[in-house]
């Protein structure tokens, strides 16, 4: 059956980076393009930005234009989300989804950003 | 950029009850919404795709309708296991995505 596996929680201080791992399991990575969406505690979610798993392209949104980068390891069958210069305002649960229109969905990463 | 307002944010039900729940967007955007579920710990499942599609495997109880601005997801007889938090996806800005703020549906 069709899976993502996402990497654990993390704790970073102000500045860092982060990268979040989602190893897709039940289907070949490149056959779907790939989401990243955050939701931030008592917010609702947010689409961070998109990879074609098969050619590389990427685009995201404009309010993490600079800091985000998504990016894939077709041999590993997984995909990433690094986001640079954290602030607590990045502390959230991070998403993984499968496909145009987001079948399936990893079961989240908490990123929490404190000094 | 296309704004989804989900509404309400909460309810309170009874088991058996009937439960709606409405997204409106910004502007058109034909039938292209999803409906999902999400416990606690879990991963969000799609209940609902295109406005009105039955994801494989859901329950008939759960019905998608709308298109265009107006969308909405009805629970007929709200069962245990379906208190939880709803929310919905447009993607008619593909690929960008924005969702609706999630509605809790708890036990009355």
């Known amino acids: 059956q069709v899976q993502l596996v996402q990497s654990g929680a993390e704790v970073k201080k102000p500045g860092a980076s982060v990268k979040v791992s989602c190893k897709a399991s039940?289907?070949?990575?490149?056959?779907?393009?790939m989401h990243w969406v955050r939701q931030a505690p008592g917010q609702r979610l947010e689409w961070m930005g998109w990879i074609d798993a098969d050619k590389g392209n990427t685009k995201y949104s404009q309010r993490f234009q600079g800091r985000v980068t998504i990016t894939r390891d077709t041999s590993a069958g997984t995909a990433y989300m690094e986001l640079s210069s954290l602030t607590s305002e990045d502390t959230a649960v991070y998403y993984c989804s499968r496909g145009i229109i987001g079948d399936y969905w990893g079961l989240g990463t908490l990123v929490t950003v404190s000094s | 950029d296309i704004q989804m307002t989900q509404s309400p944010s909460s309810l309170s039900a009874s088991v058996g009850d009937r439960v709606t729940i409405t997204c409106r967007a910004s502007q058109g955007i034909r039938n292209d919404v999803n409906w999902y579920q999400h416990k606690p710990g879990k991963a969000p499942k799609r209940l609902i795709f295109s406005a009105s599609g039955l994801q494989s495997g859901v329950p008939s109880r759960f019905s998608g309708s709308g298109s265009g601005t107006e969308f909405t997801l009805t629970i007929t007889s709200l069962q245990p296991e379906d208190f939880a938090t709803y929310f919905c996806l447009q993607h008619n800005s593909y690929p960008t995505w924005t969702f609706g703020q999630g509605t809790k549906v708890e036990i009355k």
């Open positions: 039940g289907y070949t990575l490149t056959d779907f393009v």
